[in-house]
């Protein structure tokens, strides 16, 4: 068990839908990141959360909201996906930074998306 | 800029025998962490190590080695006697003083029996 859960583990919905993407992490951690791996793809980092603060929107369209109430827990919000958002969503933790440098995130099982 | 390179896209082996995957870096910090990871098929990355770019001592964790070397900017990853658990993708990834990890695009092991 790594520590970082994510719900559900599978979804299919329509491009109408709206869905939320649940993350939850026990191990103490600060930092909440989610990432989307798409096929043949590297790893795309999406948001991150310092102390349920966004610090960082990689350019993300807007139909991907996301949402971080406390340390421990993360959402993304989805509607009015297209079909090449269909992916793995990865949500990850980690300790505070050292010296500005990142450390070691841990990550959850990810969440199979399909957008049909 | 940073940089992961993983030039191996696939590899296959047959089971005991000994493979090791690639990894060069580009980056202009002294200071700075790499990491590897591996993805199962259950698609969670695990956290294998993290190295200090001040460590340059390779490190063995049973099957696993790992070979640091700032000189070629490389830190490539050996699995002894690999096994068909070890069958998965694996992610190098290198610490950028913005906070983030960069990732390289991974290699797949396939081990056979």
């Known amino acids: 068990e790594t520590g970082v859960t994510q719900t559900p583990r599978h979804l299919v919905m329509g491009m109408t839908n709206k869905k939320s993407l649940k993350c939850e992490q026990h191990?103490?951690?600060?930092?909440m990141y989610w990432y989307k791996q798409s096929a043949k793809k590297p790893l795309e980092l999406m948001f991150v959360?310092?102390?349920?603060?966004?610090?960082e929107n990689n350019s993300v369209p807007s139909r991907f909201s996301p949402e971080c109430p406390n340390s421990s827990h993360l959402f993304l919000h989805l509607h009015t996906l297209q079909p090449e958002d269909s992916a793995l969503y990865l949500c990850?933790?980690?300790?505070?930074?050292?010296?500005?440098?990142?450390?070691?995130?841990?990550f959850g099982p990810g969440t199979r998306l399909t957008v049909t | 800029a940073q940089k992961v390179t993983q030039a191996q896209t696939e590899i296959s082996v047959v089971e005991k025998e000994d493979v090791t995957l690639d990894c060069v870096y580009e980056?202009?910090?002294?200071?700075?962490?790499l990491f590897w990871y591996k993805q199962p098929p259950s698609g969670e990355l695990v956290f294998l190590i993290r190295?200090?770019?001040?460590?340059?001592q390779n490190e063995i964790s049973g099957r696993y080695s790992w070979n640091f070397q700032k000189s070629t900017s490389s830190f490539n990853f050996t699995i002894t006697a690999s096994q068909v658990v070890d069958s998965a993708v694996y992610f190098c990834?290198?610490?950028?003083?913005?906070?983030?990890?960069?990732f390289g695009q991974g290699t797949t092991l396939q081990v056979k029996p």
């Open positions: 990850a933790s980690s300790p505070p930074a050292r010296s500005g440098l990142a450390v070691e995130q841990y």
């Open positions: 191990l103490g951690h600060n930092a």
């Open positions: 959360y310092n102390f349920k603060e966004q610090t």
């Open positions: 980056t202009r910090d002294t200071t700075y962490y």
């Open positions: 190295r200090n770019s001040f460590d340059e």
């Open positions: 990834a290198l610490s950028s003083n913005t906070g983030k990890l960069i």
